[in-house]
T-cell receptor
Framework: KQEVTQIPAALSVPEGENLVLNCSFT??????LQWFRQDPGKGLTSLLL?????REQTSGRLNASLDKSSGRSTLYIAASQPGDSATYLC???????????FGEGTQLTVNP | DAGITQSPRHKVTETGTPVTLRCHQT?????MYWYRQDPGHGLRLIHY???????DKGEVSDGYSVSRSKTEDFLLTLESATSSQTSVYFC????????????????FGPGTRLLVL
């Protein structure tokens, strides 16, 4: 059974700092990996999707990397802003159209 | 945002009553999913659909049933609600109408908060 772990569970940083969120998964036979953002009381917003054949994806200040063989992904956030404060979730799928298995998330607080 | 709506957005009900949650999409996506989100458990899949009238169970399907009679609608029914089904329920969609493989981002609806008393 696939298990996804995110470390740390919570992170507080000053504005402007570069930071890395970590995600690990137990079964390396994944189809893709997604990073989501969730604001309190809201739904999930997709940030980045990495196919299993890719090593990284970038969107603005966000960069996600994937090392499938070691079962790890990182989300790098450059020049953090208070508006980045949210919970970040990592999820993997094992086949096309299949369910996502989620980690419990990292709660990020960026202090002005 | 992908065109996904969920109704109702909030519901309070009593133990033993049936409850139906609706997910509606305007994207003509093939796949639809129901997840629940609980503290300490994260998001877990309840049921999913890979086409009209094609559904399958997820990891926490006991006590839930689903139906998909049209591409755009996916209904989740709690046959007899229990307090353990108090949760936030999210619908998600993925896939494009004319391709099976490739990039398949899952897009999530705004959620339904259900309280079973």
């Amino acid at each position: 059974k696939q298990e996804v772990t995110q470390i740390p569970a919570a992170l507080s940083v000053p504005e402007g700092e570069n930071l890395v969120l970590n995600c690990s998964f137990t079964d390396s036979a994944i189809y893709n990996l997604q990073w989501f953002r969730q604001d309190p009381g809201k739904g999930l917003t997709s940030l980045l999707l990495i196919q299993s054949s890719q090593r990284e994806q970038t969107s603005g200040r966000l960069n996600a990397s994937l090392d499938k063989s070691s079962g790890r992904s990182t989300l790098y956030i450059a020049a953090s802003q208070p508006g980045d404060s949210a919970t970040y979730l990592c999820a993997v799928s094992e086949t096309s159209g299949s369910r996502l298995t989620f980690g419990e998330g990292t709660q990020l607080t960026v202090n002005p | 945002d992908a065109g996904i709506t969920q109704s109702p957005r909030h519901k309070v009900t009593e133990t033993g009553t049936p409850v139906t949650l609706r997910c509606h999409q305007t994207e003509n996506h093939r796949y639809m999913y129901w997840y629940r989100q609980d503290p300490g458990h994260g998001l877990r899949l309840i049921h999913y659909s890979y086409g009209v009238k094609d559904t399958d169970k997820g990891e926490v399907s006991d006590g839930y049933s689903v139906s998909r009679s049209k591409t755009e609608d996916f209904l989740l029914t709690l046959e007899s609600a229990t307090s353990s089904q108090t949760s936030v329920y999210f619908c998600a969609i993925s896939g494009t109408p004319d391709r099976v493989n490739g990039l398949e981002t899952q897009y999530f609806g705004p959620g339904t908060r259900l309280l079973v008393l």
